[in-house]
């Protein structure tokens, strides 16, 4: 039998031999054998189709996100045909089945290479609560050997209330090195708009960097924490086994503002069970990049087959993460000390939870998961007579009911509610004072010999934060920036308040080049960004592979 073929048997065996009852509290909302796309009309997308643009089976959706009626969705563009990477559902109009993703805020800002205007990949995006988007576009296509590196990193953030980009940020060449690749973000909101600051995670480059809002700047951090652990670069998923040793940072987490008005940042890398903190503290003062180390801190082993790329905290200080060796959701609660025996698992499935690439709670305390088969699609192919890709939610009380994580009858915890209606978009949001359980003396000093069996809990009083503050001054630095970029497929700006429109950006489509960017060391934004081959080998025992330009990638 041809190696592809034995791979999709063996996974389809697997699969088989799981859940066939489906998961037991995560509910489907959506689902795709493939994706589709929201074209401003049927000659535009035949156009595409005959042109290679869009092809519908090279699409894998890998990001998600909910504000108000809108649910985000990323697809990278690791093959070509890909025309928009940016896109959301509107669950207004959809509130179920299999929508065509509409691209955000419209096609013409969906081209690839257009560095200024354009986004070529995004992965992990985050909406905060003063009605902002925050999406990082890596500026690459392709995957693997196929890499190629059209623009630099650069943060862009929306006005979710008007779809307007406030401002577009170019990564330093002093924030990067020539093994870069950055998939994930977080968002950490102190006590106004402007207060804001994004933690991106050099997964390959090992790196940590922060960016402020207010400063309109960024640094980067390194430590030995953002580094895989070697033991732990043996990975099982979809009854797959393969070695993927490199990975570091890339998971993270932001408690709740604590009584100092900071907050922690949980993180680990993706190879390691391991789990470590930093207080944001620390992160938000440039002047520590060179004298931290010792204010990072590690907790014990989540247990085994513990592998994951995605977490996120709650507002009352519960931990959900994927477990992607176990096709899982576990979950965590921070008053509670970090080892196996206080970790919950709140759903599993061996069919429909393969890959829960993405985890996020919105403003309502729902939970949203997407699974993807990820591993299948990049190693083997996927069956595209079956459903692919499916989003889940559920309510978090309904998720952490009954397991180790439901703290709120054995602790009294009060979840921390928001003022104004669930959903809103005001840019003001008001917090209520509520009592939080969270940990004050549970992580381990560097300066520690060992794990110390005491730990003591007490609680802590969230600060009262008043108002989030607007504050959008467009900075003249690092907004849009005068680049050339190679030509790329045409894009189709589509608005459904404003009609629709088609433009045309540079000539037909025959493959992307370089890029020139003014201000930054060109060289070292040639680089792959962490996709060369050599970073992204991976071995897989039993199957043959595919070509390396497809290797494993996942996020």
């Not at 709740?256 to 993180?267: C, E, H, I, K, S």
């Not at 503050?469 to 900075?475: K, N, R």
Request: aromatic share 12%; charged share 20%.
């Amino acid at each position: 039998m041809h190696g592809g073929m034995l791979l999709v048997a063996v996974v389809c065996l697997v699969m088989a031999a799981g859940s066939v009852s489906g998961t037991q509290k995560l509910q489907e909302r959506y689902s795709w054998q493939q994706l589709d796309f929201v074209f401003p009309n049927q000659r535009l997308k035949q156009q595409a189709l005959a042109r290679g643009d869009y092809v519908p089976t090279n699409g894998l959706p890998v990001g998600i996100e909910r504000w108000e009626n809108k649910l985000f969705v990323s697809v990278p563009r690791w093959k070509d045909g890909i025309p928009s990477t940016l896109n959301y559902i509107d669950m207004n109009q959809t509130p179920s089945g299999s929508p065509a993703l509409i691209p955000y805020p419209d096609w013409s800002s969906n081209v690839a290479g257009d560095c200024a205007n354009g986004l070529s990949t995004v992965y992990r995006i985050k909406a905060d609560k003063c009605g902002r988007l925050w999406a990082l576009d890596t500026g690459t296509v392709g995957i693997g050997n196929t890499t190629q590196q059209l623009c630099p990193y650069a943060l862009n953030i929306w006005d979710l209330k008007t779809n307007r980009r406030l401002r577009r940020y170019e990564l330093r060449p002093e924030d990067t090195n020539p093994n870069t690749f950055i998939a994930n973000i977080a968002i950490d909101m102190g006590r106004s708009c402007d207060d804001t600051f994004a933690y991106m995670s050099d997964e390959l480059g090992y790196g940590l960097i922060v960016y402020s809002f207010e400063q309109n700047k960024s640094w980067r951090f390194a430590h030995s924490f953002f580094f895989p652990d070697p033991l732990r670069g043996d990975f099982n998923v979809a009854g797959l086994n393969f070695q993927w040793g490199e990975e570091g940072i890339f998971g993270m987490s932001l408690t709740p503002l604590q009584a100092d008005g900071y907050r922690t940042l949980y993180f680990s890398p993706l190879a390691s069970h391991r789990e470590f903190t930093v207080s944001t503290r620390i992160l938000r003062d440039e002047s520590k990049v060179e004298e931290s180390f010792h204010d990072f801190q590690y907790l014990k082993e989540r247990g085994p087959n513990s592998h994951t790329t995605s977490r996120v905290m709650s507002e009352s200080g519960l931990q959900l993460f994927n477990l992607i060796d176990q096709n899982a959701v576990g979950c965590w609660h921070s008053s509670l000390p970090y080892s196996p025996e206080y970790h919950g698992v709140v759903d599993r499935d061996d069919v429909e939870l393969v890959f829960p690439a993405d985890v996020k709670i919105d403003e309502e305390e729902q939970v949203w998961v997407i699974s993807d088969r990820m591993p299948v699609f990049l190693i083997a192919e996927l069956d595209y007579s079956d459903v692919n890709f499916r989003i889940f939610s559920a309510p978090l009380s309904t998720l952490v009911a009954g397991t180790v994580c439901d703290v709120q009858s054995q602790f009294g915890v009060i979840q921390p509610k928001f003022g104004g209606d669930a959903g809103s978009s005001d840019l003001a949001t008001t917090y209520n004072t509520d009592t939080t359980l969270l940990p004050t003396t549970y992580a381990q000093p560097l300066s520690s010999g060992g794990y110390t069996p005491s730990l003591s809990y007490a609680p802590t009083v969230a600060p009262q934060v008043h108002k989030f503050t607007q504050g959008y001054d467009t900075p003249t630095s690092h907004m849009y920036s005068t680049q050339s970029y190679p030509t790329t497929a045409k894009a189709y700006a589509y608005n459904k308040y404003h009609g629709v429109e088609f433009h045309a950006h540079g000539a037909p489509h025959h493959g992307h080049g370089g890029y020139h960017h003014h201000g930054h060391d060109e060289q070292e934004h040639q680089q792959q960004g962490g996709y060369s081959g050599g970073h992204r080998g991976g071995y897989w025992n039993g199957a043959h592979k595919k070509q390396d330009s497809w290797k494993q990638f996942f996020y």
